[in-house]
């Protein structure tokens, strides 16, 4: 998929929105991007598991391993476009872990998948898992790397592939561009914002 392609599913979604926000943290951005709205969209789900798919076929993975709940549906959608069991970890007190009867063995190739790696956090995390279980962790994978790319982007210990480099600039209120336009600042999901 090119990158428009991947984005105009974002957007065509409501998954990507341009405007002016004010996010959960305070600060304010021209733009808001939430995954679960294109996933929401079985079509647009099983797309992005195909495409992921064929980045990473290479690495030979044998399960796919994702951090619940944001990796759940893409994580399934790889595992189901390479023909491997789909697995996820949750937490419990805090820690990532195996549940639900969920099993890995020392002859598993992990590929981690998740919607979107910001700090890659909860993809190390779920690597920390697959290695703990015995399981050797091939590559890693998401939709959207909103870490800043190739150069200043996220780092792994293993090939990472994802569709859809992106990232948003945040800003103080105080110093923000758009508000200095005068333009009305919205929370995400708090209206309908034609884009
Ligand atoms: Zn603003």
Known sequence: MTRDEVLDLFRRSGALLEGHFRLT??????????????????????????AIADLVRALRPTVVLSPAIGGIVIGHEVGRALGVRALFAERQDGQF???????????DRVLVVEDVVT?????????????????QVVGAASIVNRSGGPGNGVEFDVPFESLLGYT??????????LCAQGLPVVKPGSRQVAV
């Open 168 to 177: 948003l600039p945040t800003y103080e209120p105080d110093k923000c561009p």
């Open 97 to 107: 872990m195996l549940r639900r009867g969920f099993t890995l063995s020392e002859s």
């Open 25 to 50: 943290s305070g600060l304010h951005s021209p733009g808001y991007l939430q995954c679960a709205l294109v996933l929401a969209q079985p079509e647009s789900a099983e797309r992005f598991g195909r």
């Open 119 to 135: 700090t890659g956090g909860s993809t190390r995390e779920t690597m920390d898992v697959a290695r703990a279980a015995g399981a």
